[in-house]
């Protein structure tokens, strides 16, 4: 059975850095696609940013410069190096893996942003 789990949120103060990471497993064959998106309270979920199967990237506009994703093949994890964050950037963020065209999904971490 193939499952996502995220780790790493938490609490940090404006203009800190947080990583947080996604596993996934359950599957002998990597996944096309894993990313990242979150929702703050009262908002629409929001695309943040995902890592293809040959590596490439996209992220939103909003975090561009500032977020990077990467990936580790062999553990099959993901994770999600935030800079220079902003209140705005509070929300739960959700990740995902992508096999044969379904999309998995974690249960989320919360990121906190706040003085």
């Known amino acids: 059975q193939v499952q996502v789990a995220e780790s790493g949120g938490g609490l940090v103060q404006p203009a800190g850095s947080l990583k947080i990471s996604c596993s996934s497993s359950?599957?002998?064959?990597?996944?096309?696609?894993m990313g990242w998106y979150r929702q703050a309270p009262g908002l629409e979920r929001e695309f943040v940013a995902r890592?293809?199967?040959?590596?490439?990237?996209n992220y939103a506009d909003s975090v561009k410069g500032r977020f990077t994703i990467s990936r580790d093949t062999v553990k099959n994890t993901v994770y999600l190096q935030m800079n220079s964050l902003q209140p705005a950037d509070t929300a739960v963020y959700s990740c995902?893996?992508?096999?044969?065209?379904?999309?998995?999904w974690g249960q989320g971490t919360q990121v906190t942003v706040s003085s």
């Open positions: 995902y893996a992508v096999w044969n065209g379904n999309y998995y």
């Open positions: 359950g599957s002998i064959v990597r996944p096309s696609a």
């Open positions: 890592i293809g199967f040959i590596g490439d990237t």
